[in-house]
């Protein structure tokens, strides 16, 4: 976290890069739901006007299930993460992330999707859109939480190693 123009971007970019095979950004908006992370059901006409409802993974689920189908570490970025109402977003996560066995989402297929320690979730949030101190305990029990400004480009890159080293 950390002000505009700080690399909060680029550094959760690089460690995806360093961690990851592969990874993916998502920038948050104020209108964002738990379905946006997590999945929901949607609707769908057909050309003859008929209805049928098709599950639509979240950005999440999408990542846990390009994990499985790589078999390696992947990364999910949530850039801005501040500009959504967190905790409500969050919230299937939380029981989850205590609890890996727990369903976050089910396919049409019937196939369950669980949280999966291949995949990692990066978060970057801007000071401007909300102060971290109104963050509540629910998050930052469950994410490192590091203020990319107050380290000088040296630091920057040491810090980068040490996270890169202790996470491969």
């Known amino acids: 976290y950390g002000p505009t ?35 929901s ?10 209805i049928t409802y098709r599950r639509q993974a979240g950005c999440v689920s999408r990542g846990i299930q390009e994990a499985e189908r790589l078999g390696d570490n992947y990364a999910v970025i949530l ?14 996560l939380y029981t989850a992330i205590e609890n890996p066995h727990q369903t976050i ?6 196939e369950t999707i669980e949280l999966d320690e291949r995949v990692n979730i990066i978060c970057t949030m801007n000071m401007s859109d909300r102060t971290v101190n109104e963050l ?15 380290y000088k480009e040296d630091k920057r890159r040491q810090l980068f190693r ?3 080293s202790g996470h491969v």
């Open 5 to 39: 123009g700080t690399g909060k971007t680029y550094f959760a970019k690089q460690l995806a890069l360093e961690t990851c095979v592969d990874y993916e950004v998502h920038t948050a908006t104020p209108t964002w739901t738990p379905a946006d992370i997590t999945g």
């Open 41 to 50: 059901i949607q609707p769908e006409a057909d050309d003859d006007g008929d």
């Open 79 to 92: 850039d801005e993460i501040t500009r959504a109402d967190i905790s409500k977003i969050f919230g299937p």
């Open 105 to 110: 989402f089910e396919t049409d297929e019937g």
């Open 136 to 150: 509540d305990n629910a998050i930052t029990r469950r994410f490192a939480m590091i203020e990319l400004d107050e």
């Open 162 to 164: 040490d996270w890169v």
